[in-house]
């Protein structure tokens, strides 16, 4: 082949295979890319002539054309039935790889080969994840060979051990992965949780070069330019960012977080690896089908996520500063927005000392520790009943002891938010514990939670009732343990707690271990009943009463204006015998196009099994013209049929594969 004839050969090919590849696609009625097109072009071409020379082996070919000129029509027929027979095989491997390698499961080509290193350097990272899980102690886990020993305690503070010494191996990502895990001890037994929070998240300071560079690039001018003094040695260095002292020009104390450079790209491709592993074991293994890994995944990377974007936490403060009942003894850093950039935040500082460390202060200046805690709690509680956002993170290295001797609140990367709706639930779940009445708190505990359709409300009412005497009367019972038994009574009746309602739980019990840092015999559980028994008294006394029903009224006055019309309207309808219901079946255009679609299946599952029942009808009677020494011309009506047949089959068969 010369060089000349080669592109025109080349072209001819190509839109010979893309001709083939629209026509299986308009037949099948999907859509499909380029290389699926290509593909199944292609191999149209490289059956298409196999298939033409076997049904036209039996007639005699000379130089000059067909011997026999009375064979030329049948000869046409028979090649048109290959050319039928070559798209149908185009088809059947379209249904294969679309029954296998469903259209869109597939980055497209052209993404896939320009991303390819980068999965290379994924699936390295992927495997060296797992070789670190490997060498301590989580590959019989990984596997599921030592699901049972998860029944017993010593078998889950072994899986903590060897989770924890893998995720600290792991990196940056794994460690704050580890560090959020450890407070859901909603999900995880505690066993587990108790191994990982000793998961520490100190790092290695960042350069003083790279963390001006940051700065620099984030806002768009030199730092002597935006600050009149910048401390270049970090107060505190963490695996995501560090913070250094600084002063404005305007003269305010500031503090300023700075995201240490390239983190974002290691964490993400370390959280879709950690997807990756908990789909695994979710699949794989029974504990992790019980824990649900992979929505705990998920859930995990958002939060990592949302820490990356300091703009989200300099939102946070501003939106728990403005809260209507904030408490004044309770003081947040105001963050200067017009400095705070995705990878830098700027807030006023807090002169003081954190709460873990504050023992000595405390003694020095004679605090009342019980006042102090109660403080704390009470602002917790209204972040949670009353104004629906707060701190999700309450440890005591996040809250100080101010020179003022108030407390602050820092590091909002990480805060819950519950709508009217759960906040009204959780206060009369509270008021029902308080008060003792089992029925209250299951009202109100299936108010907070999704409801399935069957539920033993009975069973449910006698188990609160065991609960509440177990943690109500008596000594009081940490949160920890309360919370817990909580979990397994909604765990044991089908419930699933919310994200929402996990993360005040979260919140509480982690409250509970600054609580008790501050005075030891601290009753979280009495406080938060007391408190909230107050705050409904706060909103339902007669001042708030009045305001409410105003509301209320307010509401209902343009319906009340129409119901007499409304009213003496069906009454008159009634009275003539003129009132009528209609109801109008299938109104949702959604709802038309699935019964459409459904139609359309059924019609075509019809026609293909009659048409495919006629042509082996036709295939099995003999008689009739014959058109070759084997095939007659019913025998030839037949295969044409049942290739109509077969058509038809993998239509419905690849919109099939194309919805799952």
């Known amino acids: 082949m010369d060089v000349l004839t080669f592109p025109i050969v080349a ?3 190509v839109l010979t295979a893309l001709v083939f590849g629209l026509i299986a696609q308009r037949l099948l009625g999907v859509r499909l890319g380029l290389f699926r097109l290509l593909l199944t072009g292609g191999f149209a071409l490289f059956v298409g002539p196999l298939i033409m020379f076997a049904l036209l082996d039996q007639f005699t070919l000379s130089p000059r054309g067909l011997a026999d000129q009375s064979e030329g029509p049948v000869a046409f027929w028979f090649a048109l039935l290959a050319g039928v027979l070559t798209i149908l095989a185009s088809m059947v491997l379209l249904v294969i790889i679309e029954a296998f390698v469903p259209m869109g499961s597939l980055p497209p080509a052209l993404v896939w080969g320009r991303g390819l290193l980068g999965r290379l350097r994924r699936a390295r990272r992927y495997w060296q994840i797992v070789g670190i899980a490997m060498r301590h102690g989580l590959g019989s886990y990984l596997r599921g060979t030592r699901d049972r020993t998860l029944d017993a305690p010593s078998g889950r503070a072994q899986l903590g051990r060897a989770l924890t010494t893998t995720l600290n191996a792991g990196g940056v990502t794994f460690v704050k992965l580890g560090q959020i895990l450890a407070t859901r001890r909603d999900v995880l037994p505690a066993e587990v949780a108790d191994e990982l929070a000793r998961l520490q998240d100190d790092a290695t300071p960042v350069p003083w070069p790279d963390v001006e560079r940051v700065l620099v690039a984030e806002l768009n001018a030199p730092v002597e330019d935006v600050f009149a003094e910048f401390d270049r040695e970090p107060l505190a260095a963490a695996s995501v960012g560090q913070v250094h002292l600084a002063r404005l020009h305007s003269g305010a104390e500031v503090v300023v977080k700075v995201q240490r450079p390239g983190i974002r790209p290691v964490v993400e491709r370390d959280l879709d690896i950690a997807a990756r592993l908990a789909a695994r074991l979710e699949s794989g293994t029974r504990w992790g ?29 501003t939106a728990v500063a403005t809260a209507p009942s904030r408490q004044p003894d309770v003081v947040l850093p105001e963050p200067h927005l017009a400095l705070c950039t995705e990878r830098v935040l700027v807030m006023d500082r807090l ?9 000595a202060v405390i003694r020095q200046r004679g605090l009342d520790r019980e006042a102090l805690a109660t403080t704390l709690l009470d602002c917790l509680l209204r972040q949670i009943i009353l104004d629906g956002i707060f701190h999700a993170d309450p440890h005591g ?22 709508d009217g709706a759960l906040r009204d639930a959780l206060q009369r779940l509270l008021v029902g514990v308080d008060r003792g009445d089992p029925l209250a708190v299951s009202d109100a505990l299936l108010e907070l939670v999704p409801r399935p359709d069957e539920i033993d409300q009975q069973g449910l009412e006698r188990d609160i009732g065991r609960f509440m005497a177990k943690h109500t009367s008596g000594a009081p019972s940490t949160g920890v343990r309360m919370f817990g038994d909580l979990f397994r009574v909604v765990a044991d009746h089908g419930l699933a707690i919310p994200p929402e309602i996990a993360a005040v739980f979260r919140a509480l019990a982690t409250a509970e271990g600054t609580l008790t840092r501050l005075t030891p015999r601290f009753d979280l559980i009495g406080g938060a009943r007391a408190l909230a028994s107050g705050y409904v008294e706060e909103q339902y006394g007669p001042e708030h009463l009045k305001q409410a029903l105003t509301d209320e009224l307010a509401a209902l006055l343009p319906i009340l204006r129409r119901l007499p019309r409304r009213v003496e309207r069906i009454a008159s309808a009634a009275e003539h015998g003129r009132l009528g219901l209609n109801i109008r079946l299938l109104a949702d255009e959604r709802d038309r196009a699935v019964l459409t679609t459904m139609l359309h299946e059924v019609l075509l599952t019809f026609l293909a099994a009659t048409t495919g029942i006629m042509a082996v009808l036709l295939i099995g009677t003999d008689g009739g013209p014959q058109l070759t020494e084997s095939v007659g011309l019913y025998q030839l009506i037949g295969y044409n049929m049942l290739v109509i047949s077969a058509i038809l089959a993998l239509r419905v068969l690849a919109q099939i594969f194309r919805r799952g």
């Open 397 to 418: 290295g996040n809250i100080f002891l101010l020179d003022d001797g108030r407390l602050g609140l820092l590091d909002f990367g990480s805060v819950g938010r519950l």
């Open 289 to 317: 089908r019980r824990m649900g890994v992979r929505p705990l995944a998920a859930g995990l990377a958002e939060a990592i996520l949302e820490e990356l974007d300091y703009r989200i936490e300099a939102e946070n403060i």
């Open 11 to 13: 072209t001819f090919s």
């Open 351 to 359: 002169q003081g000392t954190p709460l873990n460390r504050a023992d």
